[in-house]
């Protein structure tokens, strides 16, 4: 191979930075992913409009969401990510802050302290840590020689607790849980020696008694205890989990068809429009249409990742990778809660299920990736 090929074929080289932008990388949007993303959100009114009973007005809101959330997407998607690691560490500083003070101002509901109320305006601070939890980290780690010294990991793992005891204490395990994994992503995807992930399993099982005895709260015990025997009070706390898994399977290969699904239209499954939504999709459209809704979701998964590998920044593929990841993570938590694989924690389903703060902190995250994907070449 000449050397002039060989420059051709190197990553990163001149021919690769001076060839000519398209219209989509100008305007810093990746196609394959917006395209991916827009199948998404058209299989996602369509299931939302049956599991919400016909109701028109689920689609209206949720179109409404989606539309904000695809302008916040192509906001973010603008910013350089220069700026992003050089500033990113506020964010996180001002989500601490906000949580802190849930626990002192915030507003409480369903015996829950989970929002902060200002001029009317009711918002949760721990979504803000969905986003500065892995740019945060992914910036830490990206100054650092890798793989990460132990001075590193130590300081990292204090930058993960904080926030996630912050949410622990309102009470909020799924959510804390799930912003310390996006951290915690991060600091896998640095390469993070095997000796310490082992180290950290064995504690993780070490403190598992403790654990149940001294942080779990009442309810989150009996959450555990339904999802191992949801028999054993069916009309109480395994209501949720029999109905969703009877909804499943009652669907078969076929479904039932559009709108004809028994155990939502009938009411019988709780929170069909929300956190079970996918029963309503597995009754409905039966299998074909679950796994059609997951070839999407791999699809995503797969540019995400696709992304991350051909970004020339470490903050860029660390952050990406998180990102991605934290989707996966995401998807297969709610579809673990749903089929009786995994406790009910309140993890709605990406694009599909019904709300506006979850759905609003995803684009944003997609804009992020967004920045990865199209800046990848533009950046020293």
């Not at 969703?244 to 004809?260: F, V, Y």
């Not at 299998?287 to 070839?295: D, H, R, S």
Request: proline residues 4%; hydrophobic residues 50%.
């Amino acid at each position: 191979m000449s050397t002039a090929d060989f420059l051709r074929r190197l990553p990163g080289s001149s021919w690769d930075v001076q060839r000519q932008d398209t219209f989509w990388s100008r305007i810093h949007i990746d196609l394959p992913l917006l395209v991916l993303l827009l199948a998404l959100t058209g299989f996602g009114l369509v299931v939302l409009y049956s599991a919400g009973g016909a109701d028109i007005h689920y689609i209206k809101r949720q179109a409404v969401f989606f539309a904000v959330g695809y302008c916040v997407m192509f906001t973010i998607a603008q910013f350089n990510l220069s700026f992003l690691e050089r500033w990113c560490w506020l964010l996180y500083v001002a989500g601490v802050g906000l949580l802190a003070a849930v626990l002192v101002v915030g507003v409480g509901a369903k015996g829950a302290q989970r929002w902060l109320d200002l001029g009317g305006f009711r918002f949760q601070p721990s979504e803000i840590l969905k986003l500065a939890m892995p740019l945060t980290i992914s910036m830490y780690l990206s100054r650092r020689m890798l793989p990460p010294r132990f001075k590193h990991i130590f300081f990292t793992l204090v930058l993960v607790i904080i926030p996630s005891v912050l949410i622990l204490k309102q009470p909020d395990l799924g959510t804390s849980l799930l912003i310390a994994m996006s951290g915690l992503i991060v600091l896998f995807l640095s390469g993070l020696p095997w000796r310490y992930i082992i180290s950290a399993l064995g504690l993780v099982l070490a403190s598992a008694w403790p654990a149940w005895h001294f942080v779990l709260h009442d309810y989150q015990r009996t959450r555990i205890l339904t999802l191992l025997n949801p028999e054993a009070d069916k009309l109480g706390a395994g209501w949720n989990i029999i109905q969703s898994k009877t909804a499943i399977g009652s669907g078969g290969i076929t479904g039932k068809g559009w709108l004809n699904g028994t155990q939502s239209q009938l009411d019988f499954l709780p929170e069909s429009h929300t956190d079970f939504i996918i029963a309503v999709l597995a009754e409905e459209f039966g299998l074909e249409g679950v796994l059609c809704l997951l070839g999407l979701y791999i699809l995503v998964l797969t540019r995400g990742v696709m992304i991350a590998a051909t970004s020339q920044k470490t903050f860029g593929r660390l952050l990406a990778g998180s990102i991605t990841f934290t989707l996966f993570v995401y998807i297969f938590v709610n579809i673990g809660m749903v089929s009786g694989l995994l406790p009910v924690v309140g993890v709605p389903l990406p694009f599909v299920s019904y709300g506006g703060t979850s759905l609003l902190t995803l684009m944003m995250g997609f804009g992020l990736l967004m920045a990865v994907a199209t800046q990848r070449r533009k950046e020293p």
